[in-house]
């Protein structure tokens, strides 16, 4: 069983969609939970950090952790076609330096 | 300021070439790391470094051999890659790894290609 499982998709929506995203994990252990937003070819962007349990808002995107189900989400309110990327979900311990990535799922938001 | 520069951006390389990466942060993190991406797939851990000393080699082939020269540095030195070894390779950065506010920040990444 891997440690992170997420959806691969592909997803398509339509301009102005509420996006949900989401992973789940094996490890309780972890910590901190983060999602990054990855342009073709790009480097991988940190949108959202949270640590343990709760809800973290930024502007239209709002990440959730839920350690009792060992699930996280990340929506996108009034989705926009530059939101269309691939998101990662990412994960740690409070120890040491491994990172746990879910394997992507890829987002098309349609004009 | 959390920008982690990586250089080049680009590299065509032979098989007999020696090429090096370069990666540089500033923001005073004391782990930095080493990862490969291929084509829709998650990065792939390579070789992490805490406080300047290496901590992580995920059994990387001795072609790839990673370099520290003090904190906010990290060097990839590269030598008779295979085409197989054509990826983005990305340099990353987090704080030490104590349980301190863990967040990943990547740079843009090199895109290799090896003829």
């Known amino acids: 069983q891997k440690e992170v499982e997420q959806d691969p998709g592909p997803l398509s929506v339509p301009e102005g969609a509420i996006v949900s995203l989401n992973c789940t994990y094996s490890?309780?252990?972890?910590?901190?939970f983060m999602w990054y937003r990855q342009y073709s070819r790009k480097g991988p962007e940190l949108l959202m950090y949270?640590?343990?349990?709760g809800n973290k808002e930024d502007g239209r995107f709002t990440a959730q952790v839920d350690k009792s189900s060992k699930y996280i989400s990340l929506f996108i309110r009034d989705s926009q076609p530059s939101d269309s990327a691939t998101y990662l979900c990412?994960?740690?311990?409070?120890?040491?330096?491994?990172?746990?990535f879910g394997t992507g799922t890829s987002l098309t938001v349609i004009p | 300021d959390t920008e982690v520069t990586q250089t080049p951006k680009h590299l065509v390389m032979g098989m007999t070439n020696k090429k090096s990466l370069k990666c540089e942060q500033h923001?005073?993190?004391?782990?930095m790391y080493w990862y490969k991406q291929k084509a829709k797939k998650p990065p792939e851990l390579m070789f992490v470094?805490?406080?300047?000393?290496?901590?992580i080699n995920e059994s990387v082939p001795s072609r790839f051999s990673p370099e520290c020269p003090n904190s906010s540095l990290l060097n990839l030195h590269l030598h008779a890659l295979q085409p197989e070894d054509s990826a983005l390779y990305l340099c990353?950065?987090?704080?030490?790894?104590?349980?301190?506010?863990?967040?990943?920040?990547f740079g843009s990444g090199t895109q290799l290609s090896v003829l």
């Open positions: 990353a950065s987090s704080q030490a790894g104590r349980g301190v506010n863990e967040k990943l920040f």
């Open positions: 490890n309780s252990a972890f910590q901190y």
């Open positions: 949270t640590y343990s349990s």
């Open positions: 990412a994960m740690t311990r409070n120890t040491g330096n491994q990172f746990y």
């Open positions: 923001m005073g993190h004391r782990a």
């Open positions: 470094y805490s406080y300047e000393k290496l901590s």
